[in-house]
């Protein structure tokens, strides 16, 4: 079927008029603004990573590049991110509501990732912003079991008329969550069902059961010169006083009695 200009801008036209009644209606409707004029949509570790795991399946290939497309023009408002599911919806030649299921990260694949980050993720805010060694970067992006979710763990549901595996507004659902891990990386985390702070306090406990080891690189190392403080010197151990007993007041004594004044007997004549 052949589709004149007038005929896309008609079907534009009525889907904005779509948008306003809905937001009439109190609905929200937020567009994900997505980067135009550039070759990547993504600019971060995590965007870049999530978008690559996508390129990376065949299955995918042929649908990918119209969703992308969908995407630039700002087509896809309200995309929500909550534990296993992705919603959005899409403007196409109509509205569609978009929703993809995501199975949870399997534990023991979780366990594994999170054991190879003992010790070699420095704070959340590296974690985040992807500053982290290659080693481990290579443990979170592996296809195979790594953080992203393969095909079989994707389940597609649109309420557009095309019956194909992946339509175009799931694929522009799909890319969308790349670029809004841009600004909130911490959504892939929440997606796959795990607390990214594991991987934080698993280096802390690293780190301490290295200190307290009796080989490693801190084995018969100067601690006291490490940590700048002397161990030789005998530090006043400060004790509580003990609470005041209470007293009770001490009584008033009574005023001494003034004795009588005797009065002379008057000698008789």
């Known amino acids: 079927m052949w589709w004149s200009y007038q005929d896309v801008e008609e079907q534009k036209a009525r889907v904005q008029r779509e948008i306003a009644k809905r937001k009439k209606r109190g609905e929200k409707f937020e567009a994900l603004p997505a980067p135009a004029g550039q070759k990547k949509l993504s600019t971060t570790f995590w965007g870049q990573a999530w978008c ?43 509205l569609y509501d978009t929703s993809i299921t995501i199975h949870p990260l399997p534990k023991k694949q979780w366990q594994h990732i999170v054991e ?77 069902g795990v607390d990214q702070a594991e991987l934080l306090s698993n280096a802390s406990s690293s780190v301490i059961t290295d200190l307290s080891a009796d080989s490693g690189d801190l084995a018969g190392a100067d601690i006291s010169a490490i940590f700048g403080i002397d161990l030789g010197t005998s530090i006043p151990i400060l004790t509580e006083e003990p609470p005041p007993v209470a007293t009770e007041p001490a009584k008033k004594k009574a005023p001494a009695k003034k004795a009588a004044k005797k009065t002379p007997k008057k000698r008789s004549q």
């Open 52 to 94: 690559r795991n996508l390129e990376s399946y065949q299955d995918y290939e042929t649908r990918l590049p119209r969703g992308r497309s969908y995407l630039r023009q700002g087509n896809v408002y309200n995309l929500e991110i909550t534990p296993g599911e992705l919603s959005a919806v899409v403007a196409g030649s109509e």
């Open 116 to 192: 190879s980050s003992a010790g070699q993720v420095g704070s959340m805010l590296d974690l985040l912003a992807g500053k982290l060694g290659d080693g481990l970067m290579q443990v979170l992006t592996d296809p195979k079991d790594g953080l992203f979710p393969k095909p079989k763990e994707i389940r597609f549901n649109c309420s557009c008329p095309d019956h194909a595996v992946m339509c175009k507004h799931v694929s522009a659902v799909l890319y969308g969550v790349g670029v809004l891990l841009d600004t909130k990386p911490e959504l892939l985390f929440t997606l796959r």
